[in-house]
C-alpha cells in the first residue's frame, strides 16, 4: 500500500517517468550504503526488539505523511525526505528480518521458510494494492497512509508478543559477537560462489527488479489506467509472488545453482513475452507468471547465500546481499526512468529479458566450478 502512494504520488506531482525513477532509487539508495551495517546490528543484537522498533518507525512515517497529505502540504520535495527516511529504517530491518528467519526454523529449513515468508509478504502485495485503490479512490490517499501505519503498529504489537520460547532455534549472539563489519566482507570474498551469487544479485536487480515502478509506467503511459484499475493490474504480479512462493515453500533440499540456471531462462523469456501484451489484461496475465518466476529466482539467491552464511556472520552476509540488491535497484531504476522517457514503457522489460540471462549465465559458470560450502547448523545437520 505505501509503494502504491508513492509512485502514485509523485506521477502526481511530476507527470515524469525520470522522477519516478529518482524516487524509488532514493527509497533503495539507504538500504544500500547501510546494509552491512545493519547486517551487524542484526549479528549483535536482539532482532525481536530492533524490529519492533522499525515498525514503529515506519507506522510514525505512514501516519505523519498521511496528515501532511490531508492537508494539502505534501511537495514533491518532502515526498523524497519521506522515502529517504523509510530507506534509511529498511536498511536495519531488512537484514534482521531476513537473519530472524532461521531462529524461528533453523537452517535446514531455510528454503521453506523463505518460501512461506514470500507467501506472507506477498499475500500483502495481492491485496495490499487493491485495498489502496479502493480506499484512495473513495476517501483520499491520505487515508491509505493512516492504514498503512495503523498495520505497521499492528505488526509492532505482533513482534512484542513474541518470546523466544517461542522459536525453535533462537540465538542471540549479543554484543559478545564483536566482529566488524570488515571481517565479514573478508569470509564473504573467501566464499567464492557466495560472492558470485551476490554479484549476480545485483545485475539481475540493476536490469530486472523495478516491477512497482515499470507497472506503474506501462499502466499510465501504455494503457492510460486510473489509481483502481493500476491496482488490479499490479496485484497481478502479487498473486504470482503467492504462488511462486508457495512452491519455494515445497523445497526440502539445499538450493543448486542449477535451480538459479533454470529460473533464470524461465524469468526472462516470460519478462519479454509479458512485454509484447497488447492491453492490461494480457499483461496483467503474463504479470502473474512472471510473479511466480521471479520469487522462484529470488528466493533461489536468498536460500543459496542462507545455506552457506556462516553462523556468526549470516547477517552481514544477508548485508551484502541487500547491499548488492538495492545497489542494483537504484542504479537500474534511473535508467528505467531514462528509457521509458525516451524509447517508452516496454523498452526496459525487454532489456532486460536479454541482459539478464546472458550476464546470469557468465557469473554462474565460474561459480560452478568451485567446490560448494553448505554450512549446517550445529545439532540440526
Request: glycine fraction near 10%.
Amino acid at each position: 500500500m505505501q509503494r502504491v502512494v508513492q509512485d502514485w504520488i509523485t506521477l502526481d506531482l511530476t507527470d515524469s517517468a525520470r522522477a519516478l525513477g529518482i524516487t524509488t532509487s532514493l527509497q533503495f539508495l539507504p538500504a544500500f550504503l547501510f546494509s552491512l551495517y545493519g547486517g551487524r546490528i542484526a549479528d549483535r543484537c536482539n532482532k525481536p526488539k530492533i524490529l519492533l522498533t522499525c515498525n514503529t518507525l515506519y507506522a510514525v512515517l505512514a501516519v505523519l505523511s498521511g496528515f501532511l497529505i490531508q492537508r494539502n502540504l505534501f511537495t514533491f520535495k518532502l515526498l523524497l525526505v519521506f522515502v529517504a527516511a523509510f530507506g534509511l529504517v529498511s536498511a536495519v530491518d531488512g537484514p534482521v528480518r531476513m537473519s530472524y528467519i532461521t531462529d524461528l526454523l533453523g537452517n535446514d529449513k531455510v528454503s521453506k521458510g523463505v518460501g512461506l515468508n514470500s507467501v506472507n509478504i506477498n499475500l500483502g502485495r495481492l491485496v495490499g494494492p487493491l485495498l489502496a485503490g479502493v480506499i484512495g479512490s473513495q476517501f483520499g490517499i491520505y487515508a491509505v497512509q493512516y492504514l498503512v501505519g495503523i498495520f505497521f503498529g499492528i505488526t509492532a504489537l505482533v513482534v512484542w508478543f513474541l518470546r523466544p520460547s517461542d522459536y525453535k532455534n533462537y540465538i542471540d549472539f549479543g554484543f559478545a559477537n564483536d566482529s566488524s563489519i570488515k571481517e565479514g566482507v573478508k569470509h564473504l570474498r573467501q566464499n567464492r560462489q557466495v560472492m558470485l551469487v551476490t554479484t549476480y544479485v545485483f545485475v539481475l536487480a540493476f536490469f530486472a527488479m523495478h516491477f512497482p515502478t515499470t507497472i506503474m509506467l506501462m499502466a499510465r503511459f501504455e494503457y492510460q489506467l486510473e489509481i483502481q484499475e493500476f491496482t488490479f493490474v499490479y496485484s497481478s504480479i502479487a498473486l504470482g509472488f503467492v504462488f511462486g512462493g508457495a512452491v519455494l515453500s515445497t523445497r526440502r533440499r539445499f538450493t543448486e545453482l542449477t535451480d538459479i540456471r533454470n529460473t533464470t531462462l524461465g524469468f526472462s523469456i516470460l519478462l519479454f513475452v509479458g512485454s509484447l501484451a497488447s492491453n492490461a489484461i494480457i499483461f496483467s496475465v503474463f504479470l502473474i507468471l512472471i510473479g511466480i518466476a521471479s520469487t522462484m529466482l529470488i528466493g533461489s539467491l536468498n536460500s543459496f547465500i542462507q545455506e552457506r552464511s556462516p553462523e556468526e556472520f549470516r547477517g552481514r552476509f544477508l548485508g551484502a546481499y541487500l547491499a548488492a540488491f538495492t545497489c542494483g535497484t537504484t542504479l537500474g531504476v534511473i535508467l528505467v526512468g531514462i528509457e521509458v522517457d525516451l524509447f517508452g514503457a516496454r523498452f526496459p522489460l525487454r532489456i532486460a529479458a536479454l541482459a539478464v540471462p546472458v550476464f546470469g549465465f557468465l557469473l554462474l559458470r565460474f561459480g560452478s566450478r568451485g567446490q560448494i560450502n553448505k554450512v549446517i547448523h550445529p545439532g540440526l545437520g
